[in-house]
């Protein structure tokens, strides 16, 4: 079974940094899909960024390009997001996925943590 588990959340103040880790374990693809997700009440679950576990080839939202980075680590069997220059509209309950393909990501069809929160405001 795979597990997923967000940490690294918090509140912070605009133009401040975090950084988000999820711990996997379990049957992972070695070509899958790694992404974070980020969900503010009342709008659909938003993918920030993801991740090719076996190439490390990268893709961002527009909003946080140049701000964030997601990175995997598989010594630790984990997937990063770097988050720098934090703003308010940053903020969110940020969510881990793993699917075995891009169209899968994000669905039901993947695997997903708890979520961490993520507060930016001053």
């Known amino acids: 079974e795979v597990k997923l588990v967000e940490s690294g959340g918090g509140s912070v103040q605009p133009g401040g940094s975090l950084r988000l880790s999820c711990e996997y374990s379990?049957?992972?693809?070695?070509?899958?899909?790694m992404g974070w997700y980020r969900q503010v009440p009342g709008k659909d679950r938003e993918r920030v960024a993801y991740?090719?576990?076996?190439?490390?080839?990268?893709a961002y939202i527009d909003s946080v390009k140049g701000r964030f980075t997601i990175s995997h680590d598989s010594a630790k069997s984990t997937v990063n997001l770097e988050m720098n220059n934090l703003k308010p509209e940053d903020t969110g309950m940020y969510f881990c996925?793993?699917?075995?393909?891009?169209?899968?990501?994000?669905?039901?069809?993947?695997?997903w943590g708890q979520g961490t929160q993520v507060t930016v405001s001053s």
């Open positions: 379990g049957p992972i693809y070695d070509r899958a899909l």
């Open positions: 991740i090719w576990r076996s190439s490390g080839d990268a």
């Open positions: 996925s793993v699917a075995p393909s891009l169209r899968q990501l994000g669905t039901d069809m993947g695997y």
